[in-house]
């Protein structure tokens, strides 16, 4: 279960936004992918799920690409967009079972998984609810469940942390620690460096479409010449260039 990218070069128009970005997401890893707002995370994401097609370059998730396989490549990716987006005229338990189609996941073992999740994000009692009453946290927390009743082998979630409440955010790194454990690859993209210092294993530091460093805290550490450097430091020392990202 890796997620490999390897000299991607993309974007929106023929002037890339991402410039030769490589890196890679080892089963049992939890990688933040960091950067500032406009440093290029969601185009990165947007072309790991591919909504977006590389101008170079390569996206393999264990050795299969999107155009070898797309159904194999699909399949074994979960997404958690930022923005929740949900069908408003499908209930939270139509939501989960159009999961479990798309995804050909066995029903009753599905059904476990997500009861479980269901109890843990305080949504049991609202399957029959419609998006419309749901507030921008539960909509996450339904993304959330959605994601998580499928048992990929690679997650890809871009800023959980914003909208959601810090019971939630708490329960959603259990949940992500335990798919670690489990064996998967978890890519998340986030501008909180306190939290992702906490809880990731691997930062990929990306500054206006450019990788400026990648490796565990203490290799990053290493590379900055400070042994006791937060993320923030390290992030804002290597990128104080006196451009910002947009
Ligand atoms: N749909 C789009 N069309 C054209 N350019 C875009 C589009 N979306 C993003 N960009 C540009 O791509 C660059 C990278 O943006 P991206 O959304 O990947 O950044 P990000 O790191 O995810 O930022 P944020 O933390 O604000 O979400 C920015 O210069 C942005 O203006």
């Given amino acids: 279960m890796t997620l490999k990218v390897q000299g ?28 500032l707002n406009g440093a290029g995370k ?21 050795d299969i690409g999107l155009k070898d396989d797309a ?3 699909k399949g074994k990716l979960a997404y958690m967009p930022e923005m929740p987006v949900l069908y408003q005229e499908l209930t939270l338990k139509e939501h989960l079972e159009l999961t479990i189609m798309a995804y050909g996941l066995d ?8 009861n479980k999740l269901l109890g843990i994000f305080r949504l049991a009692n609202k399957l029959d609810w419609f998006p419309a009453n749901f507030s921008k946290g539960m909509r996450q927390k ?20 914003l909208g959601l409440d810090p019971l939630a955010t708490r329960d959603l790194l259990t949940l992500v620690d335990s798919e670690k454990k489990r064996g998967s690859a978890i ?8 939290t992702a210092q906490e809880y990731c294993d691997y930062f990929v530091l990306l500054h206006q479409g450019r990788i400026k ?28 260039d006196g451009k910002s990202n947009e």
């Fill in 142 to 161: 339904v993304m959330i469940v959605c994601a998580f009743i499928t048992r990929a082998d690679v997650y890809v979630i871009d800023e959980p942390f």
């Fill in 71 to 73: 159904k194999a490549y």
């Fill in 107 to 114: 029903s009753n073992k599905a059904w476990r998984i997500a």
């Fill in 187 to 194: 890519l998340m993209s986030t501008h909180v460096l306190s």
């Fill in 8 to 35: 991607l070069v993309g974007g929106y128009s023929k002037i890339p936004v991402l410039k030769d970005i490589s890196f890679e997401v080892n089963s049992g890893q939890l990688v933040g992918l960091i950067g």
């Fill in 42 to 62: 969601s185009t990165t994401i947007n072309h790991i799920i591919g909504l977006l097609e590389p101008q170079k370059g390569a996206i393999k998730i264990d």
């Fill in 213 to 240: 460093a990648k490796g565990s805290l203490q290799e990053l550490r290493t590379l900055y010449g400070n042994d006791s450097a937060s993320l923030t430091d390290i992030y804002l020392g290597m990128t104080q």
